[in-house]
């Protein structure tokens, strides 16, 4: 199955945020560069969007796991669901470095946590909805 029939009607901002969420996964459990797993996959329309995307948050993630540290209450980044930090880590990126709405960037991130991360009870839903609330009102965002 290629890319188009896999996400058929989906809108290309939340395309690009899923393969991007897919490829920082990747890039964390295999060590591959965010390149070299983007070069692996099938050529697709949106692939220079979610090369960019995945640049943002690997070029920048001292600053966004600062970020998300300042803002964890008694908890650690490191005790977080590898797929759970992937998604709050674009988050971050794109509400420190687009000009994209924060409810928008945060709605997206819960919607995505609905589908990958999350359980029956919606634990993991509530936790990512908190601490992204938390960092962009701590950026003035919200």
Do not use: Q, W
């Amino acid at each position: 199955m290629n890319l188009n029939e896999l996400y058929e009607g989906i809108k290309p901002a939340t395309i690009v945020r899923l393969e991007t969420i897919n490829t920082l996964y990747e890039n964390k459990i295999n060590e591959a560069s965010v390149d070299e797993i983007i070069d692996r996959k099938e050529a697709h329309e949106l692939t220079k969007h979610i090369r960019k995307s995945c640049h943002l948050v690997v070029d920048n993630i001292s600053t966004i796991h600062t970020l998300i540290e300042d803002n964890l209450t008694n908890y650690s980044i490191n005790r977080l669901n590898i797929l759970d930090l992937c998604i709050i880590e674009l988050a971050c990126a794109e509400l420190l470095y687009t000009n994209i709405k924060p409810r928008i960037i945060i709605n997206e991130a819960l919607d995505i946590s609905k589908v990958y991360t999350d359980t029956a009870n919606f634990h993991s839903v509530a936790f990512n909805n908190k601490l992204l609330d938390k960092i962009a009102r701590s950026l003035g965002k919200l």
